[in-house]
């Protein structure tokens, strides 16, 4: 694992497993897709991706939280210029949002809400921040999560409403 682990295999995420393991502690996982819309419609779209490399939910506290992953699998260092770039992309339809790297720069963490996931060691080097995503884009993206997954249980669309399973 870590340095020789790749992430992807012809411009598809692969090995993606390894990384929900590690940010376990946003909760019970409850499912993921890669190279998943961000939005409902193109139309709808501004921003430096159009695709998340992982979009994955995860329920605690009677909640359901949309977590991006990015992760740029190259030998490069990652700036905080590229770190912003997508943290204002995904913040838009995710809770949280970690950008996965094997190298980031010394400033990259002075970004407080973004996450950053060492691909080398696989550890969380900073925790992720809520980030109080539109209510619709997120609903759009979780409505094309549950058609193209097929979740085991319902997903709550709405980023701040609970789920009734607290009184069962």
């Keep these: 694992m870590g340095e020789e682990t790749r992430f992807y295999n012809f411009s598809k995420t692969i090995n993606e497993q390894l990384i929900l393991d590690i940010i376990e502690d946003h909760g019970d996982y409850v499912l993921h897709a890669t190279e998943s819309v961000l939005a409902r419609r193109f139309l709808d779209w501004e921003g430096i991706c159009y695709l998340a490399d992982i979009l994955t939910v995860f329920r605690k506290n009677h909640r359901d939280y949309l977590i991006g992953i990015e992760i740029k699998d190259w ?12 943290l204002k992309t995904y913040r838009k339809s995710c809770e949280y949002f970690y950008l996965a790297a094997r190298k980031f720069s010394g400033t990259a963490s002075i970004i407080k809400e973004i996450g950053l996931i060492n691909l080398s060691t696989m550890k ?12 619709e884009f997120r609903a759009g993206v979780v409505r094309g999560l549950k058609k193209f997954t097929s979740p085991v249980r319902d997903i709550i669309e709405d980023p ?6 607290m009184y069962l």
Excluded: G, I
Aim: proline share 7%.
């Design 75 to 86: 030998k490069h260092t990652v700036h905080p210029k590229l770190c912003w770039e997508y």
């Design 124 to 135: 969380v080097v900073k925790r992720a921040e809520y980030l109080f995503p539109q209510k």
């Design 160 to 165: 701040y409403q609970m789920s009734l399973d």
